[in-house]
């Protein structure tokens, strides 16, 4: 089994990336076989369950009051409304229910009804993740105790690169929220996005981060940005595919054992390229219509490629009781 590592060099996390392609494949997909059945794919749906009005202002995002995108805001949806979502999800063959609102930071009677909805799903047999933005100690340990098993705050890009992006916080802030969401027991879901005018050495300085944290994120999901009209990102140019590919490859050589999402982007990949992804090591996706604001590829669609490729929606997995 491969050893987990902490202390990556940025040179090293380089020399991955400069690998000729085949090779980082390779080395990539005996690292996946080591630790999955590379055949497995774990399979999540997302809902945003509070839409617009984030007083932040990242450069990607539509919901941002700061921005100009045509999205109307949207309250926090009620309990029943969640259920019913997740209950679909299930039947869709989603083992994780993801649930994202546009806060800074939540106060702490949205954390309570947030709380409602994790214990709601967690009791229909899925696994829970929550975005909600910063969270104070409490908050996390509050949505632990309902039942919760991922908190999802993504790096987003480098330390150098972030305030390219964001200007509302700081790449600080993003780590503090892990490691108070850590000190609650909870998993971490995080990652970043690829083509907001970021280097290489940016893409592996992110990497970088996330596999030097004490813990690997048990979940890094690896998003595409979707450029959407209205954000200061609208007119960026879209990540190259094979590079795509180099980012999630080095992604699994990093951090062998946590799930390595083919996240936000899909919609607009072909089936080979994404083929690749999961080539390469990525075995978690969303299923689903839509993410929280953008279009996601068709579930009948991604069934269709399933069975072209010979994989299969992973085993759900148990989550220790709290």
Not at 68 to 96: C, D, F, I, N, S
Not at 205 to 214: D, I, S
Not at 258 to 273: F, H, I, P, Q, T
Request: glycine share 6%.
């Amino acid at each position: 089994m491969t050893t987990l590592r902490h202390d990556w060099t940025l040179e090293e996390v380089l020399a991955l990336y400069a690998l000729p392609f085949n090779d980082l494949l390779f080395q990539a997909q005996q690292i996946h076989r080591a630790h999955f059945d590379a055949n497995a794919v774990q399979c999540s749906t997302l809902l945003s369950i509070k839409t617009g009005g984030c007083p932040e202002d990242c450069g990607y995002c539509s919901q941002s009051v700061h921005h100009h995108a045509t999205l109307p805001m949207e309250p926090l949806l009620g309990l029943e409304q969640v259920l019913e979502a997740a209950r679909a999800a299930k039947a869709q063959g989603a083992q994780r229910f993801c649930m994202g609102a546009a806060w800074r930071s939540p106060h702490d009677k949205d954390v309570d009804k947030v709380a409602a909805m994790v214990a709601g799903v967690k009791a229909l047999g899925l696994e829970t993740c929550v975005t909600l933005g910063m969270l104070k100690t409490h908050q996390a340990q509050i949505l632990s105790a309902a039942g919760l098993d991922y908190y999802n705050h993504n790096v987003d890009t480098s330390p150098e690169h972030y305030a390219e992006v964001i200007h509302t916080r700081s790449f600080q802030d993003r780590l503090d929220t892990l490691e108070q969401v850590r000190a609650a027991g909870l998993k971490i879901c995080s990652g970043g996005i690829l083509g907001m005018g970021e280097s290489r050495r940016d893409r592996a300085r992110m990497l970088q981060v996330l596999a030097n944290l004490a813990e690997h994120p048990e979940s890094v999901p690896i998003n595409a940005l979707v450029p959407i009209p209205g954000t200061p990102l609208e007119d960026a140019q879209p990540i190259d595919g094979i590079e795509f590919v180099r980012s999630i490859a080095t992604a699994r050589i990093l951090m062998p054992r946590s799930y390595v999402r083919l996240s936000a982007g899909r919609e607009a990949m072909s089936d080979e390229l994404q083929a690749l992804a999961f080539l390469a090591g990525a075995n978690s996706i969303f299923l689903g219509d839509r993410l929280l604001t953008t279009a996601n590829a068709a579930t009948d669609h991604d069934a269709q490629l399933f069975a072209r490729l010979g994989l299969h929606p992973a085993a759900p997995v148990e989550s220790p009781g709290r």
